[in-house]
Nanobody, 123 residues
Framework: VQLQASGGGLVQAGGSLRLSCAASGRTISNYGMGWFRQAPGKEREFVATISWSGGITYYQDSVKGRFAISRDNAKNTVYLQMNSLESEDTAVYFC?????????????????WGQGTQVTVSS
């Protein structure tokens, strides 16, 4: 599975972005998916995850109510809608897929990773 993340960019605080993660090579319709991020000088951290059907989602506490993860299995794509962005959200965002149907907050549970897309929020 190859994952291509896109949609990052420079946005002012309070603004919105929608990240996309397009998969190729095989269907991800039965894979749990996740978004992680890594800020300069920091460890990679969990952001959001979604189960294969989209019925289960989990979020990092700091993004609850602002970010929404979703998926379109027909398009083999996962999304991360990010609203009310804050400077602390500045990071490289990575999407990941796991060869299991459930959602997971642990980076170790994922088998495939995309290359990352930069999100920069100016205050």
């Amino acid at each position: 599975v190859q994952l291509q993340a896109s949609g990052g960019g420079l946005v002012q605080a309070g603004g919105s972005l929608r990240l996309s993660c397009a998969a190729s090579g095989r269907t991800i319709s039965n894979y749990g998916m996740g978004w992680f991020r890594q800020a300069p000088g920091k460890e990679r951290e969990f952001v959001a995850t979604i189960s294969w059907s989209g019925g289960i989602t989990y979020y990092q506490d700091s993004v609850k109510g602002r970010f929404a993860i979703s998926r379109d299995n027909a398009k083999n794509t996962v999304y991360l809608q990010m609203n009310s962005l804050e400077s602390e959200d500045t990071a490289v965002y990575f999407c990941a897929a796991r060869r299991a149907t459930g959602a997971s907050t642990s980076s170790g549970a994922y088998d495939y990773w995309g290359q990352g897309t930069q999100v920069t929020v100016s205050s």
